[in-house]
């Protein structure tokens, strides 16, 4: 694969993950399971809402043979 088509691919799942996540953080925000008005007005709860939507999202996306997922974990390492 070139890059510019690697890019390309890449360009259009982003879009979807975007909207996905998005969606999926507005879920967890009204879903009872965090209250929100414990928070204050910063970013502490954003960001474990957003962490905890970037785990399900990341599944989403996640290797679907054990060859690709062994080149996925060594791709952690860089």
């Not at 694969?1 to 390309?8: L, R, S, V």
């Not at 209250?35 to 905890?52: D, G, Q, S, W």
Request: net charge positive; charged share 25%.
């Amino acid at each position: 694969m070139k890059q510019y088509e690697f890019e390309i691919k890449i360009k259009a799942m982003l879009k979807d993950v975007e909207t996905y996540t998005l969606n999926k953080c507005i879920h967890l925000f009204n879903s009872g399971g965090i209250a929100p008005e414990e928070f204050l007005n910063n970013y502490r709860l954003p960001k474990i809402v957003l962490h905890a939507a970037l785990k399900e999202v990341a599944g989403q996306y996640r290797p679907l043979t054990k060859e690709d997922q062994k080149a996925a974990d060594n791709l952690a390492h860089f």
